[in-house]
């Protein structure tokens, strides 16, 4: 089966810049998360979708993070204006139905470097 | 409030002896508890998970964990190295009643020649 696709794979911006990135999960999949991992430590959640609903987005920086999951398909995750310690690896992940017990499917991630 | 902690940053062994990545959570609920690794430049993948069944948890590659109720942990162990299995490995732990999951912040095993 197809696995999550993210993209770009890398973006270097400098500060007060946009970016944007995007993240097709598996097919048939209700649920869609984004996750920041800043090098050194693990994953943390910014925002989560069923379907095309948020259910949690407790820790987006909403000053400037948006995310959107338009036809409960595929999204993209936005930071305006970026900020040095926006420098992380951004993760998109998927599952079927969003339950705590279940397995995330995991996209390679995008390493965006704020200069 | 939920934690997780993994108790080493980084661990070395050598090819062909065991492999004890160490995890500890703190939870006032029962847990649902995962182990991902992470290959260089690859997506996480789903090692093995509990999920209130048999305590000791077989998952891929040879890797098995044993939840420990009463020590609060979840330790992931493997009888015999391979140079394969160098990676970061994260451990997750989820609550129910909080209805999110929580990453450790990972431990790098490197596995010598």
């Known amino acids: 089966e197809a696995g999550v696709a993210q993209s770009p794979r890398y973006k270097i911006i400098e500060k007060r810049q946009s970016v944007a990135f995007w993240c097709n999960p598996i097919?048939?999949?209700?649920?869609l998360y984004w996750y920041q991992q800043i090098l050194g430590q693990g994953p943390k959640l910014l925002i989560q979708?069923?379907?095309?609903?948020?259910?949690?987005d407790s820790q987006l920086p909403k000053d400037r993070f948006s995310a959107e999951r338009l036809k409960g398909v595929d999204s993209t995750l936005k930071i305006q204006p970026a900020k040095l310690e926006d420098s992380a690896v951004y993760l998109c992940?998927?599952?079927?139905?969003?339950?705590?017990?279940?397995?995330?499917?995991f996209g390679s991630g995008t390493q965006l470097s704020v200069l | 409030a939920q934690s997780v902690t993994q108790l080493d940053s980084h661990v070395s062994v050598s090819e062909g002896t065991p492999v004890l990545l160490r995890c500890n959570y703190s939870?006032?609920?029962?847990?649902?508890l995962f182990w991902y690794v992470q290959h260089p430049n690859k997506g996480l993948q789903l090692l093995l998970k509990?999920?209130?069944?048999?305590?000791l948890v077989k998952g891929i590659n040879g890797f098995e964990a044993e939840f420990k109720k009463s020590e609060t942990s979840f330790h992931l162990t493997k009888p015999s190295a391979h140079m394969s299995d160098a990676a970061e490995y994260f451990c997750?732990?989820?609550?129910?009643?909080?209805?999110?999951?929580?990453f450790g912040d990972g431990t790098t095993l490197t596995v010598k020649p």
């Open positions: 992940a998927s599952s079927l139905a969003g339950t705590t017990n279940e397995k995330l499917f």
């Open positions: 097919s048939g999949h209700a649920t």
């Open positions: 979708f069923q379907n095309n609903g948020v259910v949690d």
């Open positions: 939870s006032s609920y029962s847990p649902s």
């Open positions: 509990y999920t209130s069944a048999a305590t």
């Open positions: 997750v732990v989820s609550w129910t009643n909080a209805g999110k999951s929580t």
